[in-house]
């Protein structure tokens, strides 16, 4: 089974940083795509940005200049520098990536159990 698991959430002030990571394990053979997703309270979850196996990454209008986005590929870790954060950044955010478990099988999304990301103004 492959797991992921996330850390650095937390409660920071305006205009401050956090780090998020995510951590994937378990039967693995390749990851293509590890990206973050948001859901804030009574809304729909959201893409706050992506990264491609080769290092490429998008962002969601919301975030381009505040947030980056990177990861290891040797430690199948994806991890989210957020700064100058803002109170509408709050939500709970969730670390998604498509693994292939086994050569010759379709690649599957998999889910973090997510982290809450609080924003005092």
């Known amino acids: 089974q492959v797991r992921l698991v996330e850390s650095g959430g937390g409660l920071v002030q305006a205009g401050g940083s956090l780090i998020l990571s995510c951590a994937a394990s378990?039967?693995?053979?390749?990851?293509?795509?590890m990206g973050w997703y948001r859901q804030a309270a009574g809304k729909q979850r959201e893409l706050v940005a992506i990264?491609?196996?080769?290092?490429?990454?998008n962002y969601a209008d919301s975030v381009k200049g505040r947030f980056t986005i990177s990861r290891d590929n040797a430690k199948n870790t994806v991890h989210l520098q957020m700064n100058s954060l803002k109170p509408e950044d709050t939500a709970v955010y969730y670390c998604n990536a498509m693994i292939k478990q086994f050569f010759g099988v379709r690649t599957t999304a998999y889910w973090g159990q997510g982290t809450q990301v609080t924003v005092s103004s």
């Open positions: 990264i491609t196996s080769g290092g490429s990454s």
């Open positions: 378990g039967s693995i053979f390749s990851i293509n795509d």
